[in-house]
């Protein structure tokens, strides 16, 4: 815990400077500084009033309410969203243009190897991570990413591909502000040999055919056959939720990096809600500005996902 005050001294001292400037500026100029708290307080008072949002965050200072069904749902009915046609009608388009990138290159490996029944068994290839755009990964699918960016609140996107004989392990996802979507590309069979576990619930991928579900909710995936499944995989906003999309992502990527800042660089805070959540709060605002401009968005895009190590990775 000293350790962590120590590294935490910095902030301190920056957070009594910038207090001290606000308490000089109010004296100064009053009338200024009501209208901007007054606007202040609008907006937050604003904030408040929205339905609350759940965060991979609370899994350290709380924990996911998955009771209410009629809220977050195991699985959304796609027929209720009118984009899905026209994202159905077009998957052929979009596995023609993994087929070829497959024929020069593999996926990677997903980086959460806990996550994973067999070493390397998941493996994905990103084009947007929570608002962030891989340029590089896009340009190998023009007509994938001309389909999705019609689709409303998209947030996500990436290919997603399991060995046979293997298992992702049961977890919980980022947020229930997002609408997770499965397209199936190459799939083998159908249950009870491969399928998809939501909750107490399961499906089967359909090749052409999107699955929709709550990412908060504990879900696995299986594949007992002895070929590989292939699927597109991407987020939207729900709809209810569609005016914080920004925030929504900004909240996302600073609650990974939290964690892996707990992980990797100060250990010490894992279990002292104080530091982890001024880490938290402090990043939040910093990740708007490559959500919005893509300023860094490559960058950033590899440190989330670990995707440093890919040029290591070599065709199997």
């Not at 969203?81 to 023609?96: A, G, L, T």
């Not at 929570?130 to 023009?142: D, Y």
């Not at 530091?275 to 709060?281: G, T």
Request: aromatic share 12%; with cysteine.
């Amino acid at each position: 815990m000293e350790g962590a005050v120590q590294a935490l001294e910095p902030v301190r001292a920056w957070l009594k400077t910038a207090s001290e400037h606000v308490m000089e500026f109010v004296r100064e100029k009053p009338v200024v500084s009501g209208v901007v708290g007054g606007a202040v307080a609008l907006g937050f008072g604003y904030y408040m009033s929205l339905r609350p949002v759940y965060y991979d965050f609370n899994k350290i200072c709380g924990q996911f309410n998955d009771k209410n069904l009629d809220v977050d749902p195991y699985f959304f009915d796609p027929s209720k969203f009118d984009w899905v046609p026209m994202v159905e009608s077009n998957w052929k388009v979009i596995r023609q243009e993994l087929e070829e990138y497959l024929d020069s290159q593999p996926l990677q490996p997903y980086f959460g190897g806990n996550l994973m029944s067999k070493k390397q068994c998941w493996r994905v290839l990103g084009l947007k991570f929570w608002g962030l755009n891989h340029s590089e990964n896009q340009k190998h699918f023009p007509k994938t990413m001309a389909i999705l960016n019609k689709v409303p609140g998209l947030s996500l996107v990436a290919f997603s591909q399991i060995e046979g004989g293997t298992a992702i392990t049961p977890h919980h996802g980022d947020t229930n502000a997002n609408i997770r979507c499965h397209m199936g590309l190459v799939v083998p069979g159908t249950l009870p040999e491969i399928g998809f576990q939501v909750g107490d619930q399961q499906k089967s991928w359909e090749e052409g055919k999107i699955l929709m579900f709550c990412d908060a909710h504990r879900h696995t995936a299986f594949n007992n056959t002895d070929k590989t499944r292939i699927i597109l995989q991407f987020d939207v906003i729900r709809p209810e939720f569609e005016n914080q999309r920004t925030l929504i992502s900004a909240r996302v990527l600073a609650s990974i990096c939290t964690q892996k800042i707990m992980l990797h660089v100060l250990p010490c805070i894992r279990g002292h809600k104080i530091p982890l959540r001024a880490i938290y709060y402090t990043l939040i605002p910093f990740l708007f500005v490559p959500i919005i401009t893509q300023i860094g968005s490559l960058w950033l895009f590899n440190f989330f996902l670990d995707n440093s190590s890919k040029k290591k990775d070599t065709k199997a």
